[in-house]
């Protein structure tokens, strides 16, 4: 048995071969999975039942075994009648998730169509589909490097 919380097969085998720079989204129940992904990334679907399971528990999955240099969101265009709502409160339990883990990183909103084009990169890996009914619950992870522990 692993003791990392990732246990997914699959999404073990597709991050074991990324890198740096290597990119894996967490996509909402809404997202367009089949369409808006990079040529090189495959999809994980882990719907189960509406709402089963959230972004934010697959976020936290991933960072108890990435290495993650930065965390996106789908920014919410001013135009968007979403917008007039404030920040998506979901983002708020992204930050928890990340404050939890430990992790020095912050939540860096990237507007919609912006975000669609980062996901179509020859670097995206890896599309984790999940059941997520949240607006605006789209989390792009970029990884980061192994690196040495200091041992004391």
């Given at each position: 048995?692993?003791?990392?919380?990732?246990?997914?097969?699959?999404?073990?085998?597709?991050?074991?071969?990324?890198?740096?720079?290597?990119?894996?989204?967490?996509?909402?129940?809404?997202?367009?999975?089949?369409?808006?992904?990079?040529?090189n990334?495959?999809?994980v679907?882990l719907?189960?039942?509406?709402?089963?399971?959230?972004?934010?528990?697959?976020?936290r999955?991933?960072?108890?075994?990435?290495?993650?240099?930065?965390?996106?969101?789908?920014?919410?265009?001013?135009d968007?009648?979403?917008?007039?709502?404030?920040?998506?409160?979901?983002?708020?339990?992204?930050?928890?998730?990340?404050?939890?883990?430990?992790?020095?990183?912050?939540?860096?909103?990237?507007?919609?169509?912006?975000?669609?084009?980062?996901?179509?990169?020859?670097?995206?890996?890896?599309?984790?589909?999940?059941a997520?009914?949240?607006?605006?619950?789209?989390?792009?992870?970029?990884?980061?490097?192994?690196?040495?522990?200091?041992?004391?």
């Open positions: 048995m692993l003791k990392t919380a990732l246990l997914h097969p699959e999404i073990l085998r597709i991050v074991a071969r990324a890198g740096h720079h290597s990119k894996i989204l967490i996509a909402d129940g809404n997202y367009p999975a089949s369409t808006k992904r990079g040529p990334a495959e999809i679907c719907q189960l039942t509406p709402g089963v399971p959230t972004v934010a528990q697959v976020l999955a991933l960072l108890s075994a990435l290495p993650i240099d930065h965390v996106n969101t789908m920014g919410v265009p001013a968007d009648p979403y917008a007039r709502q404030g920040e998506p409160p979901v983002w708020d339990e992204f930050r928890a998730v990340i404050a939890d883990a430990g992790a020095a990183l912050t939540l860096e909103p990237i507007l919609k169509w912006d975000f669609y084009q980062h996901v179509e990169s020859p670097d995206h890996v890896l599309t984790i589909q999940t997520d009914q949240s607006l605006w619950a789209n989390v792009l992870l970029t990884m980061g490097c192994r690196v040495e522990e200091n041992s004391k």
